[in-house]
């Protein structure tokens, strides 16, 4: 899945970029640029896990009931066989990377450290701006512990995983963008 694998690049380096763009400006013109850096880092976040999901669609060393959680579908039985079927079944993205934590480190993940929290805060915040109920203000600081969760996340993923750290994790918060 070359492709979605550079598209999920993609936004991490605008996530990246726009927190920049945000530190160089004043605060009465930040809001905009810490929002598109909160959404582009927890869309990037999901992305990554989507990639992560499609290279294990048909795994046998996941159980199909597995293998629809992770790509979020259905499973129907069909002529006695239960099979994954394209209806979407909406997962939450957090059970998701618990799950593959889970899945391939065989520990349960510690969420107490301050990466997990702040992984925690980010969606929230997301979610905050997705689905707005109320005026919610969010700081500079908050993104960037956000960006740094995402990117610690996926770190501590691929290690488990692919037994191998995220390509880009050395970079980062500095973006390789410069518009």
């Known amino acids: 899945m070359k492709n979605f694998d550079e598209f999920s690049n993609e936004i991490l380096e605008e996530a990246k970029r726009f927190l920049e763009k945000a530190k160089e400006t004043d ?6 640029y810490l929002h598109a850096s909160l959404l582009l880092s927890i869309s990037s976040l999901e992305a990554f896990v989507n990639g992560i999901a499609d290279d294990f669609k048909d795994a046998t060393s996941m159980n199909i009931f597995e293998r629809a959680f992770l790509t979020e579908r259905e499973i ?23 799950f593959l934590f889970r899945k391939f480190n065989y520990t349960k993940l510690d969420k107490r450290t301050a990466w997990w929290q702040h992984l925690i805060h980010g969606i929230k915040l997301r ?10 203000r969010i700081s500079t600081e908050e993104i960037e512990r ?9 770190d501590i993923l691929f290690k488990a995983i692919y037994k191998k750290g995220l390509p880009v994790i050395n970079k980062g918060l500095d973006s390789k963008l410069d518009f």
């Open 27 to 32: 605060d009465k013109n930040k809001p905009p």
């Open 76 to 98: 129907a039985l069909k002529n006695g066989k239960f099979q994954i079927v394209n209806g979407l079944k909406m997962t939450r993205l957090i059970e998701r990377i618990e």
């Open 127 to 136: 979610n905050s701006l997705v689905h707005p109920k109320e005026y919610s």
């Open 146 to 154: 956000t960006l740094k969760a995402v990117l610690t996340c996926l």
